[in-house]
């Protein structure tokens, strides 16, 4: 039986106002990509660019300003959009050709190769791009524009969904800060420091590796040794952002520091991609191809960096400390402390999942020994580092982050990337699951088990399965986006940072029950 | 092996069944008459809503069933012959057990107003209720208009569920003020603005009289008792509370009252049949809880218990502190203890107000001893944790208000009010001292 009708409630009419606005300002960048000679570049792209943010403002004035702050998920499931209904099968489809386009066809977009000038889209671009960085854009330029927009826009719109919610306002203002500063505005100054005699490579500084795969890449770590002070600080800035930075903040307040209030991916899938949240899947199924999937890209680009690096490194010590030698030794060194150490500590709250990051650990280290056994010319085993390389940044970089990444938002939801295949999410995670004070606290017996929480997390949580058990919510996915305790009718759900005792707590515990009957319920 | 038989798929059953599984390999049958699996009954407003599909209001995916090996049986159940230990159903077939837990939860109160049958006139309980409304009111031009009788949690989910699609709604409440037989006054009159804010017509003090039919058999308009007036509608809610849905128990010889009667271990009058959940009457009421609770929460607890009994270790109901939440359109409530709408001679309350008029709280404490007994909160989560420990300890209310910050549940980053309601408290203090 289908209790879903046709949507009972239509766009009103400002809405569809609104809609059309914004339409015209995207229909002037198609006008653009099939070459229409627009007269006053800077003028289509400012009008462009304005009628989108616009639209989106309007409609979002309507949605929700005209009605008493609160939870706003009326309709979300009737709405063709964000349903898998037609509009929104067709948005999956028109975002996946943009990104095979963006990644593997740019000059279709109007990028000028061998030196020839931009035509198209990318052209309408070469304004702005001119005046941040001074140079002409690139289908990188016009891609991160869009997306800049895409956060501020419906960022705005996320703003007024929640306006009730202040740790929602401040997050979202958080990740429209650092889209705007650090992924979109800074690289682009950084750029007009460039000179023939000092170059700095494109660095977003919250871009971390493994998200950041290229970052050791050796043309970059040149770029950085080259550029003295400053490349130095750069480059030490990037190891630390692993090695320290990250584990102290997730240590403190969980992965959500950076899935939720940092990360451009994060900021896209919180903003534009909030519409689709409720399209995860919560199977347990789609939980074990998560958990795979995940750490296996996370064993893949810790292979391939490990082979990049090697690659270009030297064998004389003499010339420069750091050898291939040395360098495999480290990261071995460095994962076996890593693994001895959870389990030697964490074994208990890993249980079952001890074994599958055993196998993890195993793989790497087969691997790095190969390398040094085995590899000669440049090549581990058969492979090249150069093939891992464009293997990874093609299947995982291209594809998976971005084609499948984003333009299944309207099909698996917003976070297909970070949940499935991001190698820094997985990482976070394992930090956030044995080593942080971070949980989602369930309030005693309250929860009534309606699902709102499952079916609105973004990562696929059954969140749920937890609540009516009276069980906190500790889980290496789980972002800290904080909407399962927005749309809780009866406040069971409470992100915290608190004592490590008792964070994991896999008993039933049900208040308001008599305390003999705990006992007898939690007896195993 | 034992068959235990569970007649219900709601909460308590559920409940009884999953905790018989854990602790033993007994034969388990559920049986329904409503739904194939396990949902929430309290979600079923929000599939009306578009908020979720009827899927994610089921709490197990289908194979969890099967992989736990509790069958589930789809049928209504018309008899029970407790001499032959067997179940008869409508259409004949016949099930022996040797455990019989009822767990049929309620229906929707109807008093006998002229025309309370017609089509379009529907309680908000079941599943089916939710098929009948979708039917009756898909959007706001089938549907221009409804009205609901009867001012209680139902009653305002069914005002939220049919504003969500745009339909106006007369929402009849016999109270001079929403649900002031649980609210105390001052929080009772808050949700009576908060409705109205919602552009809900809230009739207070209302009563309906009769439900006019059209020529077709369906609503067309009802008509308030005091007032004579006629109100248009194509749909009337009737929310006027729920009571045990026992009809088929009549004869049986299962002691019933308004519900299934059975003592502190949820035993029936006949061995080997228990009830819990909506449909079970205490002998005696608990405390100074109801005889009958129809909540959710006490629902599960007695599935607990019972569970505990049938696999050998025979335990009495007892439960813990009270508590309770709902959520009134947009502002959630809570309760912890007991704060009643009318002070108890040995209760003394005080009432905080926030000047937006969407967060309140009432503590309730007493008089001689000055021990706190129990809070309702408005719009400000609490943590029931320490409540519950408060509650136990029997904290004095000096306490409780010098330290409600650490029972704050409020997401993080929010606006907090301790101070401001402390400073309250103290002066109300020193007026009354």
């Known amino acids: 039986m289908s209790l879903a009708s046709p949507e009972p409630k239509g766009l009103s009419t400002k809405q569809k106002i609104a809609s059309a606005i914004g339409l015209i300002g995207l229909f002037v960048l198609v006008l653009a990509l099939f070459n229409t000679t627009l007269p006053n570049k800077p003028v289509f792209l400012s009008l462009s660019l304005g009628l989108i943010t616009l639209g989106t403002i309007v409609f979002a004035n309507d949605a929700y300003l005209t009605k008493l702050a609160g939870i706003k998920n009326d309709g979300v499931w009737f709405k063709s959009i964000s349903s898998r209904g037609l509009i929104g099968w067709l948005t999956g489809v028109g975002l996946t050709t943009f990104y095979v386009v963006l990644y593997f066809y740019a000059e279709l977009l109007g990028l000028g190769t061998n030196g020839e000038p931009n035509t198209g889209l990318v052209a309408l671009f070469d304004p702005l791009s001119k005046i941040l960085s001074g140079n002409p854009a690139s289908q990188w330029f016009v891609y991160g524009t869009l997306y800049t927009i895409a956060i501020l826009a419906f960022g705005y719109k996320f703003l007024l969904k929640y306006r009730h919610n202040r740790y929602q306002q401040i997050r979202t203002g958080s990740v429209m800060f650092f889209q705007l500063g650090f992924a979109f505005l800074i690289p682009e100054f950084m750029a007009r420091l460039n000179s023939d005699t000092f170059s700095l490579p494109y660095y977003d500084l919250k871009n971390i590796w493994p998200l950041n795969y290229y970052n050791f890449e050796q043309y970059r770590i040149n770029d950085f040794l080259s550029a003295g002070n400053i490349g130095l600080a750069l480059l030490i800035f990037g190891v630390a952002s692993i090695f320290i930075i990250t584990p102290i903040l997730t240590y403190k307040y969980g992965k959500r520091w950076y899935c939720s209030w940092v990360c451009g991916c994060g900021g896209l899938a919180e903003t534009a991609g909030d519409s689709f949240r409720q399209l995860s899947s919560k199977k347990l199924s789609a939980w074990r191809i998560e958990r795979w999937l995940i750490h296996t890209v996370l064993v893949f680009v810790v292979v391939m960096t490990t082979a990049v690096v090697h690659s270009y490194l030297g064998d004389d010590s003499s010339k420069y400390w750091l050898t291939k030698k040395s360098f495999l030794i480290s990261v071995a060194s460095f994962l076996t402390l890593v693994f001895a150490g959870v389990m030697i500590f964490k074994r208990k709250e890993l249980a079952k999942d001890a074994q599958y990051g055993a196998i993890g650990y195993f793989v790497i280290l087969a691997v790095l020994f190969g390398i040094h056994f085995l590899s000669g010319d440049g090549k581990i085993f058969i492979l090249k580092a150069e093939t891992l390389r464009s293997t990874y940044g093609f299947a995982i970089g291209a594809i998976f982050s971005g084609v499948v990444g984003t333009g299944f938002y309207p099909i698996l939801g917003n976070r297909v990337w970070c949940r499935f295949g991001c190698p820094m999410a997985a990482i976070l995670g394992f930090q956030q699951r044995l080593f942080s004070k971070f949980r989602i606290t369930t309030n005693g017996g309250q929860c009534i088990s309606c699902g709102n929480c499952s079916t609105y997390c973004e990562m696929g949580i059954d969140v749920r399965s937890y609540a009516q058990k009276g069980e906190n919510i500790v889980r290496s996915s789980c972002v800290g986006c904080g909407i399962c305790a927005a749309v809780c009718p009866r406040g069971v759900l409470k992100l915290e940072n608190d004592k490590l005792d008792g964070r994991i707590n896999p008993n039933e515990i049900l208040l308001g029950n008599d305390v003999d009957l705990m006992n007898y319920v939690n007896q195993k | ?433």
């Not at chain 2, 019989?100 to 109160?109: F, H, Q, T, Y």
């Not at chain 2, 008029?357 to 021990?371: A, P, Y």
């Open chain 2, 1 to 433: 092996m034992e068959h235990i038989v569970i007649i219900g798929n709601g909460i308590s059953g559920v409940t009884a069944a999953r905790h018989i599984r854990k602790m033993s390999d007994k034969k388990i049958t559920i049986i329904s008459a409503e739904t194939d699996y396990f949902f929430s009954r309290t979600a079923l407003m929000y599939v009306y809503m578009g908020h979720m599909k009827f899927e994610h209001t089921q709490p197990y995916e289908n194979w969890f069933w099967e992989k736990n090996n509790i069958g589930l049986k789809q049928g209504f159940v018309s008899k029970i012959n407790h001499e032959a230990s067997e179940l008869i159903f409508s259409d004949g077939e016949k099930l022996t057990y040797d455990q019989l837990i009822i767990a049929v939860g309620s229906k929707p109160n109807k008093f006998g107003w002229p025309g309370q049958d017609l089509d379009g006139v529907m309680g908000m309980y079941h599943k089916q209720d939710l098929e009948n409304l979708e039917k009756y009111a898909p959007t706001n031009k089938e549907c221009k208009h409804a009205v609901i009788v009867g001012g209680g949690l139902i009653g305002i989910e069914l005002a939220e569920m049919l504003r969500s699609r745009d339909i106006p709604v007369t929402f009849l409440v016999r109270e001079e003020s929403f649900w002031n037989g649980v609210l105390p006054a001052g929080e009772s009159a808050m949700i009576n603005r908060h409705i109205k804010n919602h552009h809900i017509d809230l009739r207070l003090s209302s009563n309906l009289k009769e439900i006019i039919a059209d020529e077709n058999g369906k609503v067309k308009a009802v008509v308030v008792q005091e007032t004579g007036e006629v109100i248009d509608c194509d749909v009337v809610g009737l929310t006027a509370g729920v009571s045990p849905n026992v009809d088929f128990l009549q004869d049986s010889g299962i002691e019933l009252g308004r519900g299934v009667k059975v003592n502190r271990f949820l035993e029936t009058n006949i061995p080997n049949i228990y009830a819990i959940g909506d449909c079970a009457e205490q002998h005696e009421a608990i405390g100074l809880r109801r005889p009958i609770e129809a909540v959710w929460y006490t629902g599960r607890m007695m599935g607990e218990t019972v569970a505990q009994t049938i696999c050998g270790n025979r335990t009495e109901y007892k439960p813990g502190h009270w508590f309770n939440s709902a959520k009134f359109l947009d502002i959630e409530y809570q309760t912890y203890g007991w704060v009643f709408a009318r002070p108890k001679e040995y209760e003394e309350q005080f009432h905080w107000i926030h000047e937006d008029d969407t967060k309140c709280i009432t503590v309730s404490f007493h008089k001689g001893t000055q021990d706190f007994l129990g809070i309702n909160n408005f719009g400000i989560r609490m943590r029931h944790e320490v409540f519950d420990r408060w509650l136990t300890e029997k904290k004095d209310i000096n306490f409780v208000m010098q330290h409600l910050g650490e029972a704050n549940f409020d997401p993080e980053l929010y606006t907090k009010y301790e101070s401001e309601i402390l400073s309250a408290f103290k002066k109300s203090q020193l007026q009354t001292a």
